[in-house]
């Protein structure tokens, strides 16, 4: 079992920033990959970001440039930066973690733009 637990969600204006942070039972050295996703009011969960036990990364078209995911050194954290965000950027975003073809969740974090 991995436990995840999300924080940094908030309340910011457009064109502000954030830092998601994801802190994980196990490193990610033990897993395949951690990623974040997001899901608006509405609409399908959808991936925004990911990043595989060797740092190779994936981004969403939409959050590409603005975006990025990185890891702590030893693993146990990811996080996502998000720069120059957007109205449409609004949603909970949820902490993702693949091992073996199981995919683990945390409880998401509210991120809401204001225009």
């Known amino acids: 079992q991995v436990q995840l637990v999300e924080s940094g969600g908030g309340l910011v204006q457009a064109g502000g920033s954030l830092r998601l942070s994801c802190a994980a039972s196990?490193?990610?050295?033990?897993?395949?990959?951690m990623g974040w996703y997001r899901q608006a009011l509405g609409s399908q969960r959808e991936l925004v970001a990911s990043?595989?036990?060797?740092?190779?990364?994936t981004y969403a078209d939409s959050v590409k440039g603005r975006f990025t995911i990185s890891r702590s050194s030893a693993g146990n954290t990811v996080y996502l930066l998000m720069n120059r965000l957007k109205p449409e950027d609004t949603a909970v975003y949820y902490c993702?973690?693949?091992?073996?073809?199981?995919?683990?969740w945390g409880k998401g974090t509210l991120v809401t733009v204001s225009s």
């Open positions: 993702q973690a693949r091992r073996s073809y199981v995919d683990y």
């Open positions: 196990v490193s990610i050295f033990g897993l395949n990959a």
């Open positions: 990043i595989t036990n060797g740092d190779s990364t």
